[in-house]
């Protein structure tokens, strides 16, 4: 059997590619693979539709949002050497914004309020997303694999879940 995934498609690109797989007797897609966290949500408007419409699983990357939702970085100071944000590219100022700020103040209220820290609330929440198969994270440090893990055991309830809506919908 063969499986097949895409990166970084639109809902429409989705559709498009797997009426071209079903027509033409191709495999499916089984997966979505596109950045996603709680602060970069877009893909709930389109693209997640279209992988539930077609039983696809979505795997996000980047659910630290570049480290940022782990409070490596301060506002008002340049970014730490070395980190994925102090590279350019632009990636800093769309993540390193005030508006991010304020809402990273309350999700690590949130966390803390429910024992949990942001690593566990950041993949928790990813996890608890009935349409996210698995979560791409990285890790540079053995010890960093095994807090990933255990932060995918924190299934939030739905009370949980809407008040994490609220503090991320903007």
Same mark, same amino acid.
């Given at each position: 059997a063969r499986y097949v995934g895409c990166s970084n498609f639109a809902g429409w690109q989705l559709v498009e590619a797997q009426w071209v797989a079903r027509s033409g007797h191709f495999s499916e897609f089984v997966s979505a693979q596109n950045q996603y966290n709680l602060l970069d949500r877009r893909i709930e408007r389109e693209l997640v539709p279209a992988a539930n419409a077609y039983g696809l699983g979505v795997l996000p990357y980047f659910p630290l949002a570049? /480290?940022?939702?782990? /409070?490596?970085?301060?506002?008002?100071e340049a970014p730490p050497e070395g980190t994925r944000l102090a590279a350019g590219g632009g990636m800093a100022d769309r993540v390193l914004n005030e508006g991010n700020f304020e809402t990273l103040q309350k999700l690590q209220s949130f966390a803390e309020s429910a024992g949990h820290n942001m690593l566990e609330l950041a993949i928790g929440w990813l996890a608890s997303q009935p349409h996210v198969s698995s979560v791409i994270s990285g890790a540079t440090k053995p010890e960093q694999v095994e807090q990933n893990v255990a932060a995918a055991e924190w299934?939030?309830?739905?009370?949980?879940?809407a008040k994490v809506n609220e503090i991320t919908k903007r």
């Amino acid at each position: 059997a063969r499986y097949v995934g895409c990166s970084n498609f639109a809902g429409w690109q989705l559709v498009e590619a797997q009426w071209v797989a079903r027509s033409g007797h191709f495999s499916e897609f089984v997966s979505a693979q596109n950045q996603y966290n709680l602060l970069d949500r877009r893909i709930e408007r389109e693209l997640v539709p279209a992988a539930n419409a077609y039983g696809l699983g979505v795997l996000p990357y980047f659910p630290l949002a570049s /480290g940022f939702l782990t /409070g490596k970085y301060k506002q008002g100071e340049a970014p730490p050497e070395g980190t994925r944000l102090a590279a350019g590219g632009g990636m800093a100022d769309r993540v390193l914004n005030e508006g991010n700020f304020e809402t990273l103040q309350k999700l690590q209220s949130f966390a803390e309020s429910a024992g949990h820290n942001m690593l566990e609330l950041a993949i928790g929440w990813l996890a608890s997303q009935p349409h996210v198969s698995s979560v791409i994270s990285g890790a540079t440090k053995p010890e960093q694999v095994e807090q990933n893990v255990a932060a995918a055991e924190w299934k939030l309830s739905a009370e949980e879940l809407a008040k994490v809506n609220e503090i991320t919908k903007r």
